[in-house]
């Protein structure tokens, strides 16, 4: 028997119908993505998250050249806000990804790595977080949850 699995998502036409604050999001995950050190894939990424309390924390992609020793700017900014704001719910996600100079007006999700990284933040806290992601001009895609892009996710219920 096959099933199928239907995933929710909105669809924001544009950076001129985002709120002030999803603006805010946009504007912050844009200038960090300018900080990624990305010498080996030439892809950069750029992550903010607000926190609960207002706050909002940034992050860029990290390479190595040991490529398993770099890491995402997602996971570099959730790590971090959870090592310096232990407790505190992440509201909003959002991630902008482009090649440095070939930009692509294409939706940029988090990969696999990051997708569960950020499930274990959703499964902590007990709350979603909203995930926007986007590239630099054009669409961007707005989950309520990590859980919709991970429909057959593993967390501790499991252990």
Known sequence: MEKE???NF???ANYDHLTDIEKTLFDKAKTVR???????????????????????????NQENAAYPSGLCAERTT??????????VKIKKLFVIGAPKEALTSTPIP?????????????????????????SLDGEI???????????????????
Do not use: H, M
Not at 35 to 42: E, G, L, Q, T, V
Not at 110 to 131: N, T
Not at 141 to 159: E, N, V
């Open 141 to 159: 895609y707005k989950t309520k949850s990590i859980r919709d892009l991970l429909p057959f996710s593993f967390d501790a219920s499991y252990l």
């Open 34 to 60: 300018a900080k990624a050190y990305a010498p080996y894939s030439n892809f950069w990424v750029g992550c903010a998250v607000l926190l609960e309390n207002g706050e909002i924390i940034t992050g860029s």
């Open 110 to 134: 988090p990969c696999g790595s990051c997708r569960q990284s950020i499930l274990e933040y959703e499964s902590k806290q007990k709350e979603g977080i909203e995930i926007y992601f986007a």
């Open 10 to 12: 909105e669809v924001i």
């Open 78 to 87: 959730i790590f971090w806000t959870s090592a310096n704001f232990p407790g």
């Open 5 to 7: 699995i239907t995933i």
